[in-house]
């Protein structure tokens, strides 16, 4: 697994690079894509100073779609490194601001499942507000139910 990361590492940290890429419009997103990608493989690579900053910047580009993407990495990133309430503010920020790519329900999950063990009663508040929002959707009621029925009491 390592290799594999390290050689897609090398692969979109090139495409990510190419400055003449920028002034070409089909390219830029393909560019954005890049760099959003060089930091997921910087994280599954265990780099995870160099996977926040490069999430960080990805997560300021001007494609939504994108950055949201890079923002649910970015507090996935956070969560691992003990940042929990960097991470609960950009899972909020993409609860307020959902897109296709990270809908609204994706990041309540994460922002809840993040403060599962040092939150537990607002994991569980959140988790029984989204059974409340999604009631007509059986599969995820039914995963929010595990979910609750999980946490301490």
């Known amino acids: 697994t390592k ?60 494609d939504a779609e994108i950055a949201s993407l890079a923002r649910f990495a970015l507090a996935g990133q956070l969560v691992k490194t003990g940042k929990i309430a960097d991470a609960v503010k950009l899972y909020q920020n993409l609860e307020d601001r959902p897109t296709t790519a990270v809908p609204k329900a994706t990041a309540e999950m994460a922002h809840a499942d993040a403060l599962r063990s040092t939150q537990p009663a607002v994991a569980r508040r959140i988790y029984e507000n989204m059974q409340r929002e999604y009631a007509s959707d059986t599969t995820l009621a039914e995963s929010l139910r595990q979910q609750i029925a999980s946490l301490p009491k």
């Open 3 to 62: 290799e594999k990361y390290s050689k897609a590492l090398a692969e979109f940290t090139t495409a990510a690079e190419v400055k003449g890429w920028a002034t070409i419009l089909p390219t830029q997103r393909a560019v954005r894509v890049a760099r959003y990608h060089v930091g997921l493989c910087q994280a599954e690579l265990g780099d995870e100073a160099a996977a926040i900053k490069t999430l960080t910047e990805a997560a300021n580009g001007s």
